[in-house]
Nanobody, 118 residues
């Protein structure tokens, strides 16, 4: 079975940090482009960060300098380190894996809630 599982969300105060994990089962994550997305209540889903199979990374302007995406191939896991969190970062965070050639190979995790509040 092919599955992505996010973890690491929770409640944190403004200025705090969280590290989200996206663990893949059943396929090699390093063959895919991995994106982190988030969706706040009443808002559109937005892309947050992405790392491709070659290790190139991208970040939304709203999180540049605060978030870092990385990959541990041995653990088949992608991480999103989130520092200096702001209330506007509050959302459900999802990871997505898409094969760069076989686009039908596209998987989503169940999401993990991040709440930034004092």
């Amino acid at each position: 079975q092919l599955q992505l599982v996010e973890s690491g969300g929770g409640l944190v105060q403004p200025g705090g940090s969280l590290r989200l994990s996206c663990a893949a089962s059943g396929f090699p994550l390093d063959d895919y482009a991995i994106g982190w997305f988030r969706q706040a209540p009443g808002a559109e889903r937005e892309g947050v960060s992405r790392i491709n199979s070659g290790g190139r990374t991208m970040y939304a302007d709203s999180v540049k300098g605060r978030f870092t995406i990385s990959r541990n191939n041995a653990k088949n896991t992608v991480y999103l380190q989130m520092n200096s969190l702001k209330p506007e970062d509050t959302a459900v965070y999802y990871c997505n894996a898409q094969h760069p050639v076989y686009g039908s190979r596209n998987y989503w995790g169940q999401g993990t809630q991040v709440t930034v509040s004092s």
